[in-house]
């Protein structure tokens, strides 16, 4: 299944390059820095600032990075802190020949090995999060581990008009839009949640109570 879409993102990519080359589409949008850092009880006292290197790693032209804590009390069964990534990419295809380009987004599934995390599950699951196009919508769940350390994450593939769970189906999307668009934007949005004690609901909570906050705001971040 993988080599067959491999090949047809190839064999679209070129027809795409040689008919569509000369059109390049990049919306309007507004940028991450005026991201509100208050939701509710959620506060982002500190957005982080990546270095050079890593964001020419990434690929990103903007993002979001911090980690979001519950002010004004803790909740019983609810973590109090969670990180947050929203990284948008201009573009993710080469300006000459018009393949994948190192500005793609790299999927957090094969990153996160290299990290030095183990997943221990992963799954597709459905979310029903105000903002987000097509909702209720399918997003990547995660469980991972290192050392004695746990966290759940979430995370999708967001970008016009669309929510995409699947890395195959990303690739074969970016083919798609550039051709009928002219555009090959696009962004990773991702939520991460300490896990405490074995306690995934509490995490899980958490998510659920900071997630449509944020997810309800993406829209002019992140066009359609």
């Known amino acids: 299944m993988k080599v067959a879409v491999a090949i047809g993102f190839l064999l679209l990519n070129l027809y795409v390059y040689h008919e569509f080359a000369t059109r390049s589409v990049r919306p309007a949008r507004a940028t991450l820095d005026h991201l509100p850092l208050e939701q509710g009880e959620w506060v982002c006292e500190h957005p982080d600032r990546m270095t050079d290197d890593v964001v020419g790693n990434l690929g990103v032209t903007d993002y979001h990075l911090c980690n979001w804590s519950r002010v004004g009390g803790s909740v019983p069964g609810m973590m109090p802190l969670q990180n947050v990534y929203i990284g948008y990419h201009a573009s993710q295809v080469r300006e000459e020949g018009g393949g994948i380009g190192d500005t793609a987004i790299h999927p957090?599934?094969?990153?996160?090995?290299?990290?030095?995390?183990?997943?221990?599950?992963?799954?597709?699951?459905?979310?029903?999060?105000?903002?987000?196009?097509?909702?209720?919508?399918g997003v990547r769940r995660l469980l991972i581990a290192k050392g004695n350390e746990r966290q759940l994450v979430y995370y999708w593939y967001q970008g016009n008009g669309r929510v995409i769970a699947e890395d195959w189906q990303k690739i074969l999307y970016l083919g798609w839009d550039r051709a009928r668009r002219g555009r090959t934007d696009g962004a990773l949005v991702r939520f991460t949640v300490p896990i405490a004690n074995g306690d995934e609901a509490s995490s899980e909570a958490a998510f659920r109570e900071l997630a449509p906050r944020i997810t309800a705001l993406l829209g002019a971040y992140i066009p359609e």
């Open 108 to 137: 957090p599934a094969h990153c996160l090995p290299g990290a030095g995390w183990d997943i221990i599950r992963l799954e597709t699951v459905s979310v029903d999060l105000p903002g987000l196009p097509g909702a209720p919508a």
